[in-house]
T-cell receptor, first 112, second 112 residues
Framework: GDSVTQMEGPVTLSEEAFLTINCTYTATGYPSLFWYVQYPGEGLQLLLK?????DKGSNKGFEATYRKETTSFHLEKGSVQVSDSAVYFC???????????FGAGTRLAVHP | ETGVTQSPTHLIKTRGQQVTLRCSSQ?????VSWYQQALGQGPQFIFQ???????GRGNFPPRFSGLQFPNYSSELNVNALELDDSALYLC???????????FGPGTRLTVT
């Protein structure tokens, strides 16, 4: 069945460092791909999405490119801030009714 | 535009009891999905309601049930609570069942 695999955390970075969080997927066809972010004590917020191969989703300085060849959707940011500290989830819709399959999440901690 | 809201924020119940969680969907959205997020894990799909009908179900026992009302708000009911039901319960709404989902802040359920 469809699945999402994320790099394990936690990821600890200094402010202004470069961020990469790896995400690979297994799916039938070419589904849309999503990154969600969960700040401490909150629900999930949609961070960015890509709907087809080679699409690049971007938001708040974060980017991810839909790579069909490597079935990947890695999240990147050129310069992280303390406020980016959160848990990041990669997800894809599965089944005819669009349920979301999530990765296990990657916790990011950014320190000054 | 009002986002997805959930109530209550926190809830403590005893094993064997029953609980009802509530969700109001975002304006213009007719689909509600429920997810269970155990501590340190990604959300797991429970079920989805589309125009007041159950539209898909994950691997959860029948003691997890739901409703969707004509205004598209929704309830999640859990009977015979078990300790493992302790989790953050997330509700997400979308416009039709093929669009990206927007999450509420969640209800933290603790079963003792």
């Amino acid at each position: 069945g469809d699945s999402v695999t994320q790099m394990e955390g936690p990821v600890t970075l200094s402010e202004e460092a470069f961020l990469t969080i790896n995400c690979t997927y297994t799916a039938t066809g070419y589904p849309s791909l999503f990154w969600y972010v969960q700040y401490p004590g909150e629900g999930l917020q949609l961070l960015l999405k890509a709907t087809k191969a080679d699409d690049k989703g971007s938001n708040k300085g974060f980017e991810a490119t839909y790579r069909k060849e490597t079935t990947s959707f890695h999240l990147e940011k050129g310069s992280v801030q303390v406020s980016d500290s959160a848990v990041y989830f990669c997800a894809l819709p599965s089944g005819g009714y669009n349920k979301l399959i999530f990765g296990a999440g990657t916790r990011l901690a950014v320190h000054p | 535009e009002t986002g997805v809201t959930q109530s209550p924020t926190h809830l403590i119940k005893t094993r064997g009891q029953q609980v009802t969680l509530r969700c109001s969907s975002q304006s213009g959205h007719n689909t509600v999905s429920w997810y269970q997020q155990a501590l340190g894990q990604g959300p797991q799909f429970i079920f989805q309601y589309y125009r007041e009908e159950e539209n898909g179900r994950g691997n959860f026992p029948p003691r997890f049930s739901g409703l969707q009302f004509p205004n598209y708000s929704s309830e999640l009911n859990v009977n015979a609570l078990e300790l493992d039901d302790s989790a953050l319960y997330l509700c997400a709404s979308s416009r039709d069942n093929f669009h990206e989902q927007y999450f509420g802040p969640g209800t933290r359920l603790t079963v003792t």
